[in-house]
């Protein structure tokens, strides 16, 4: 099994979604020995923030026009979208920032679209782990409910245009020991802790047995 995992965080060391992404690739791979994991992480090398611009506006002029730029990030569309297709399975660790999408997700994002083609099913049937942090609370009844517009994206893009097999692990309150104004949900952030943990064993050993 190829299994493609992808990192968006800017944490290094400290990132939640990386270290349950850690979780699920360790459980995979335990339980697949011979797993070849290919790693891309978006936080630490970003991809070039004019690529999707490039690459797009390469498609209104004749190849023979094209600038080296725009060819450039084609190239780099091309190897993204490789990537996914020759995947057998992905875990994706793609936390919440400022309640959206990370501008580092939606530039790998933009670049696959591009290379695959819009609404082209590219991970049709692959499993796929959606694993995605968030600092703070925004389920039901919190402050900032309905403030997550990262979660719900990803998935119109991985489940319903890319067509994956898609499995979520979330957790909330990651801030919580980190941010004193949030020291009074400890508790509750303990439970999401470990039930994240639980759910990204869970994930890691299905990825598996597929």
């Given at each position: 099994?190829?299994?493609?995992?992808?990192?968006?965080?800017?944490?290094?060391?400290?990132?939640?979604?990386?270290?349950?992404?850690?979780?699920?690739?360790?459980?995979?791979?335990?339980?697949?020995?011979g797993?070849?994991?290919?790693?891309?992480h978006?936080?630490?090398?970003?991809?070039?923030?004019?690529a999707?611009?490039?690459?797009?506006?390469?498609?209104?002029?004749?190849?023979?026009?094209?600038?080296?730029?725009?060819?450039?990030?084609?190239?780099?569309?091309?190897?993204?979208?490789?990537?996914?297709?020759?995947?057998?399975?992905?875990?994706?660790a793609?936390?919440?920032?400022?309640?959206?999408?990370?501008?580092?997700?939606?530039?790998?994002?933009?670049?696959?679209?591009?290379?695959?083609?819009?609404?082209?099913?590219?991970?049709?049937?692959?499993?796929?782990?959606?694993?995605?942090?968030?600092?703070?609370?925004?389920g039901?009844?919190?402050?900032?409910a309905?403030?997550?517009?990262?979660?719900?994206?990803?998935?119109?893009?991985?489940?319903?245009?890319?067509?994956?097999?898609?499995?979520?692990?979330?957790?909330?309150?990651?801030?919580?020991?980190?941010?004193?104004?949030?020291?009074?949900?400890?508790?509750?952030?303990?439970?999401?802790?470990?039930?994240?943990?639980?759910?990204?064993?869970?994930?890691?050993?299905?990825?598996?047995?597929?």
């Open positions: 099994m190829t299994l493609l995992r992808l990192d968006a965080s800017i944490q290094g060391d400290l990132s939640a979604s990386s270290a349950l992404a850690d979780t699920v690739v360790a459980e995979a791979t335990a339980a697949r020995p797993t070849t994991v290919v790693i891309r978006l936080g630490r090398d970003p991809l070039p923030a004019d999707w611009a490039q690459a797009t506006m390469a498609g209104f002029v004749a190849e023979e026009e094209r600038t080296p730029e725009q060819r450039a990030a084609l190239d780099l569309a091309a190897v993204l979208t490789d990537e996914v297709r020759a995947a057998d399975a992905l875990v994706l793609l936390p919440l920032y400022n309640y959206g999408v990370s501008q580092h997700a939606k530039a790998w994002i933009d670049l696959v679209t591009t290379g695959a083609g819009t609404g082209v099913p590219v991970l049709e049937g692959k499993p796929t782990v959606l694993v995605t942090t968030r600092g703070g609370s925004y039901e009844g919190s402050p900032r309905g403030w997550d517009h990262n979660t719900d994206y990803l998935r119109r893009i991985l489940e319903d245009l890319w067509r994956a097999d898609l499995t979520v692990v979330e957790r909330e309150f990651t801030l919580v020991g980190v941010n004193p104004a949030l020291d009074q949900f400890a508790d509750a952030a303990a439970v999401m802790a470990k039930q994240a943990e639980e759910d990204a064993v869970a994930a890691g050993r299905a990825l598996a047995a597929r």
